[in-house]
Structure formats: structure tokens, C-alpha cells
């Protein structure tokens, strides 16, 4: 028996490698399938018709709503059984069920419950499935990847883990299970240690809610990677403000840790109030000069168009970003999403326009040109003032931007007295891109991005070539880089740049972290 999980974010799903690997246990074929949202209906037909799957798993966010639907027709009509999972399967199950197109709805956790649902497959009736935690915690750990993922996970050098489960804090607009479990530390450590060995991995991303919420629970972590000689750099951890002390801090720098990111949302203590953080002013101040004194990059998250958000808690939290200058703001519309408590309220008052629909969620239509991201595109939720929330959202950006530009143009200026290539990844090498493209540039080649991803771009406008080869740097004598010259910089990009792209010239760094422009 053969079953392809499918998914439509990233072309690495974590749930799906973990679910893949089970299935793997199970005696049964494993295949994988990433669909950007722009997927063609021949396309995934072929795709399915190639990989001939006796049962198709599809993971459905909220946003994913229309693809996932799409896939599972196209699917049905091949004469493929059909179960869906995921966020929205969780958080919407009626919706799902009411297609009467789904054998089966996984309602939660799907480890717990996959094992029945493959041995009675043929027997499913189109029922919601509550789904369960695996008695075997250790499972969630080890995890199934095809070649193509193996191939981007060896290119990034890059592996992802997980160290616990949910997040116990009640925030309105987040619908991550509160019920809170703790992967077991020898398990995420053994499932590095083998990434390295088959993948010669470098760089961990933890996708931890909270990273931080227990430093019982890192400081085992961090002894044991020290205790098996483990070496590797991590990627921003995030945590909130009221989880970060110094103790805390010292901890992560002296472990290697240089980024952490904050769902700061608000610093508004009457719209912090309304969110459930269960934080305060204070605590996110306190928490900037945390990372200010222990030498760590601050990373927040901002939301914008919040029912009841008024002038006086944009301003509060515009004064904050002025104040305590963050290295990395990124900023976003809210939408809610079914499951949380704000959704609800959201429904109840009035706020949904009253043809809301699953089918095209919020009416945001990702094939138009001014869509740049569920979160980046102005809502239409009613009885919001938008042109409040993109006034005080440009000016924060307004602010930002001239502190990246004085940064950006110091780096490009000096590069440009040479034939050059901008090399980067993620969010802020577009942001770079982006300001740039605003100048003509005399012996500017173009941009190499390390971390091929299809959803970026979307995010920004700019008109710098793309090398789509290493050799493209055989070129250029200087090298522009978007990331700061710490641990990874320098065990990483620096080795990557000299010894596999054969670079030889002049490294200048255009980052805002930590001192900004930097040569070398």
C-alpha cells in the first residue's frame, strides 16, 4: 500500500516528514507532494497519477482552503481515497466534513490515530477522527524525507526541530493547542546528530512556540549537545517577553544563540489586555534591554488592523519601535482564523463581511497583483480603520527603512566600485533587493539567494537579475551579503562563499546586526 502526504507551504512539511515516517513503520509506501498555491489542475493530476497513491493525505490550512479542496477533487476523481488533516481539518471540521468529499477529517494530532486509519482505510465513511498524541513521544522526532527534500535540506544546510509540543498561554488570535508536552532531549539531540552525519547540516531552526518557556528543560538540552561534542548554529529561536530574563539570555549566547524573535503584536497594555498575552509594557521594554545587554539580535512581529485598535495603542507601540530600534520588524495585517477565541468574536460582532466564505477565505485573492501574503495584504474585515492601521504600519516601515538604507546604500556604494553580486536569503535579503532597485547601480551583476523559496518574492518588487548558478559569481570581485558576521556567518555562508562558490574577492556585509555595514 502506498500513501502521499501533500501539503502546500513549504516544500519540507514537518508534520508530513514525521506522519511519513509512521506510515514508513507501518509497512507502507511513502511519497511526498508540495504544491505552490498557483498549482495547475493538470499539474497535480500528473502528479498524483505518477505517484499513484492507494490513499492521499492532504495537510489544509485556512488559507489552503481552495488548493486543498482542488487537490482532494482532482483526487476523488481519480478513484484515490482522501483523508485531510492539519489546522483547518482541527479548526473548522464541519466545514470539511460538509463537503462529503473527505473518507476522513483528522481532528488534532494525527500521530496517535494514523496507524488505525491505514490498517481501515477502505472502511472510512467521511467521518471527523479525533486525533490523539502517539503513546511513543519519541516518534515525533524521527522523521521520512524524499530526495528532493534531502537535496534542499543538504543545499541550506539547514535542519528543522521540534523540542516541545503547544503553547500554554491564551492569546485570542492563536489557535496552537494549549496542552503543552516536551519532545524527550536525547531524542532531538539524536535527531540532529544523524542530520549531520547524512546531511553534513550546519544551521537549526527550532519551530518551538516558546523556545525559552523552560530553561530546566534547555539547559538539559544544551549540556547534552556539549556533553556529545555536537556543533551547529541556530536559527532565530522564538519565545515571548515575559519568558526572556537574563539568566535566560546568558544561557542562549552561551550556547551559540544570537536571534530571538518576539510576537510582540502590540505593546499597548489595553490591546494587550484584549489579546490575552498576558503580558505587559514593561515586560516588552524589559525584554529589548535583556537582549540589548547580553549582545542578542531583537526580531518582533507588529499586527495591525486589530478589532477595537485605535490611534492611542498604535502610538504606544510606535514610540517602542523608536525607542528600542529592533534589529528585524516584521509587520502584518491581522485575519482571523477559525479556532480562536477571537475568531469567534470576530463572528459574533459583526466584524466578518456578511458574504464570508471558506471557499475564498476573506475574499483575498492570492492571483492578484497587490496580494503579497495572507498577512501582508490589507484585510476587509468591517468596521476596521485601515487607513489608521496603514498609516501607523508606513510609518514604522518609513522608520525602519531609513535606518536599513543608510545601512544598505553604505554597503552597495562601496561594493559598486567594482563588479558585484548580492547573496542572501529570506526576508530581509528581498527587503534589500527592494531598496536597491530604487538606484541604478554601475557595475552591479545581480542577486544569488542561498534558500530558494517561491512565497518571498511575492512580498516585494524589484527589478536586480537573479544568477541562478553559482558560477555566477566568477565575476564579480565584490560580494554583498544580507546576513550579520556571527557564528553562522562566519562557519557557513563565509566556507560556502570561499569553498564552494570559489569567491575570492571582497565580502561586505549589509546587515543591521549588530553595528550594521561591515567589510572584509
Not at 52 to 62: E, F, G, M, Q
Not at 330 to 353: K, R, V
Amino acid at each position: 500500500m502506498k500513501i502521499q502526504l501533500i501539503y502546500f507551504t513549504n516544500i519540507t512539511n514537518y508534520a508530513a516528514s514525521m506522519l511519513g515516517n509512521l506510515a514508513q513503520m507501518c509497512g507502507w509506501d511513502v511519497a511526498f507532494k508540495y504544491f505552490p498555491d498557483d498549482a495547475l489542475e493538470d499539474d497535480i493530476a500528473n502528479a498524483l497519477l505518477r505517484a499513484r497513491p492507494d490513499l492521499v493525505a492532504i495537510s489544509i490550512k485556512t488559507f489552503e482552503r481552495r488548493l486543498g479542496v482542488q487537490v482532494a477533487n482532482i483526487a476523488k476523481s481519480l478513484g484515490m481515497r482522501v483523508v485531510a488533516g492539519g489546522p483547518h481539518a482541527t479548526d473548522a471540521t464541519d466545514d470539511l466534513v460538509a463537503l462529503n468529499l473527505f473518507d476522513a477529517v483528522v481532528v488534532g494530532d494525527g500521530m496517535g490515530v494514523l496507524p488505525d486509519i491505514l490498517e481501515n482505510f477502505l472502511a472510512l465513511e467521511g467521518q471527523a477522527i479525533t486525533g490523539k498524541r502517539h503513546q511513543n513521544i519519541a516518534l515525533y522526532s524521527q522523521r521520512l524525507f524524499d530526495e528532493e527534500q534531502e537535496r534542499q535540506i543538504r543545499e541550506s544546510r539547514m535542519y528543522t526541530v521540534i523540542g516541545s509540543l503547544g503553547c500554554p498561554f491564551k492569546c485570542t488570535y492563536c489557535a496552537t493547542t494549549r496542552q503543552v508536552g516536551y519532545l524527550p532531549v536525547e531524542h532531538i539531540v539524536e535527531s540532529i546528530e544523524k542530520a549531520k552525519e547524512k546531511y553534513n547540516i550546519e544551521w537549526v531552526a527550532f519551530l518551538d512556540d516558546t523556545y525559552t518557556y523552560s530553561i530546566k528543560k534547555l539547559r538539559q538540552f544544551h549540556d547534552l549537545v556539549r556533553e556529545r561534542g555536537l556543533k551547529f548554529e541556530y536559527q532565530e529561536v522564538k519565545t515571548r517577553v515575559d519568558c526572556l530574563t537574563d539568566e535566560i539570555a546568558e544561557e542562549l549566547t552561551r550556547n551559540g544563540v544570537e536571534e530571538v524573535s518576539f510576537g510582540i503584536e502590540t505593546t499597548s497594555p489595553r490591546l494587550l489586555a484584549y489579546l490575552k498575552k498576558g503580558c505587559t509594557l514593561e515586560d516588552n521594554y524589559r525584554a529589548a534591554e535583556i537582549c540589548r545587554r547580553n549582545g542578542l539580535s531583537m526580531r518582533i512581529n507588529l499586527m495591525f488592523g486589530v478589532p477595537t485598535q485605535d490611534a492611542d495603542d498604535y502610538e504606544i507601540t510606535q514610540r517602542y519601535v523608536e525607542e528600542t530600534q529592533p534589529a528585524s520588524i516584521t509587520s502584518f495585517y491581522f485575519t482571523p482564523f477559525p479556532g480562536t477565541e477571537l475568531f469567534q468574536h470576530c463572528l459574533d460582532n459583526g466584524y466578518l463581511p456578511k458574504d464570508w466564505s471558506f471557499d475564498n477565505f476573506l475574499s483575498l485573492d492570492m492571483n492578484q497583483r497587490e496580494f503579497k501574503g495572507w498577512r501582508h495584504t490589507r484585510g476587509i474585515l468591517r468596521n476596521i480603520d485601515y487607513d489608521m492601521a496603514e498609516q501607523y504600519l508606513s510609518k514604522i516601515q518609513r522608520f525602519e527603512e531609513r535606518r536599513i538604507d543608510e545601512i544598505v546604500m553604505r554597503a552597495a556604494e562601496s561594493a559598486d566600485e567594482e563588479p558585484w553580486v548580492v547573496v542572501g536569503a529570506r526576508k530581509y535579503f528581498f527587503i534589500v533587493l527592494e531598496r536597491l532597485s530604487q538606484r541604478k547601480w554601475k557595475n552591479l551583476l545581480g542577486c544569488y539567494n542561498l534558500v530558494e523559496d517561491d512565497f518571498q518574492p511575492r512580498k516585494f518588487e524589484h527589478n536586480i537579475p537573479y544568477v541562478h548558478s553559482e558560477n555566477g559569481l566568477k565575476n564579480a570581485k565584490n560580494v554583498v551579503v544580507t546576513l550579520h558576521k556571527g557564528h553562522f556567518y562566519e562557519k557557513v555562508i563565509l566556507p560556502r562563499l570561499r569553498e564552494t562558490m570559489k569567491f575570492k574577492g571582497k565580502v561586505i556585509s549589509a546587515s543591521t546586526w549588530p553595528s550594521g555595514y561591515q567589510a572584509g
